[in-house]
């Protein structure tokens, strides 16, 4: 259900592969799991500097939840299964490192909404993207409603939601909602290129800015500024900012030591 390739010499950049192809990545419990038992794992890997999300062929990203799997699926067992999607956008969310969706093809339900999850997405220009939940008697209920409203602004997310429309990559950029649009089949290259650029800031000052933004985002500036100075005044005294000064004078890279 999932591919999982480490990339990098010391595999620092991990790269997740939604591998059902034949029903255009469609999420049925099973991948989920799955995706859930690697995210809390990969959580504590210390190596670890960026996280790559996409889906198999260049059909779809994710077409969302396998609607073959839930006709008929009960209530309980609905339930259940939700438990484990709210559990992974909270993880994918407030992951430790970044995360980015490389979107190919469709980004649908809850496709868009676990591309919304991520830090930030590369859509291929064939990329469509659609939280369709209320043409199906339901809410988007990964995330979508808040992080889409955070991504394009309160109206034009209420438009989307409510309507069920679909948008293009083109708009899906000129709304703020993509980061870039590169030629089809180039999305999860590209998402890679960032990935080991990346991996060349200091990790504890990459982790410490996702914090800093995600948690300050929610809160009013003061707030928000007392958090970025907590992490700067700890990253003052650490080794690695000691060894970026020295690299900077010594012109050569700086070799991290997480610490």
């Not at 990339?7 to 591998?19: F, P, S």
């Not at 919304?116 to 809410?139: K, Q």
Request: charged fraction near 25%; hydrophobic fraction near 45%.
């Amino acid at each position: 259900m999932l591919k999982v390739e480490f990339l990098g010499e010391n595999d620092e950049i991990l790269v997740v592969t939604l591998n059902r192809p034949e029903v255009l990545n469609a999420m049925n419990t099973q991948l989920l799991e799955e995706r859930l038992e690697l995210f809390r794992e990969q959580a504590y890997n210390e190596s670890l500097r960026c996280v790559v999300i996409t889906g198999a062929g260049d059909k779809a990203f994710s077409t969302g939840g396998d609607l073959k799997e839930r006709n008929g699926m009960s209530n309980s067992n609905w339930r259940r299964q939700h438990q484990i999607i709210e559990e992974l956008v909270l993880l994918t969310r407030d992951f430790p490192v970044p995360v980015i969706a490389a979107v190919e093809g469709y980004a649908l339900a809850g496709g868009c909404e676990l591309a919304l999850s991520a830090d930030f997405i590369i859509a291929s220009e064939t990329a469509v993207f659609g939280l369709s939940e209320a043409l199906r008697g339901i809410l988007p209920g990964g995330g979508g409603l808040q992080n889409l409203s955070r991504a394009i602004g309160i109206r034009r997310a209420k438009e989307l939601i409510y309507t069920g429309r679909k948008i293009n990559a083109a708009l899906a950029y000129e709304w703020g909602m993509v980061n870039r649009v590169v030629p089809k089949g180039k999305a999860l290259e590209t998402a890679i290129e960032i990935a080991k650029e990346i991996t060349e800031s200091a990790p504890m000052a990459v982790r410490a800015a996702k914090v800093s933004i995600n948690k300050g985002s929610d809160t009013d500036f003061h707030t928000a500024y007392a958090l970025d100075i907590a992490a700067y005044n700890l990253l003052v005294t650490s080794e690695d900012r000691l060894e970026g000064v020295a690299a900077f004078n010594e012109k050569r890279k700086p070799k991290w030591k997480n610490r």
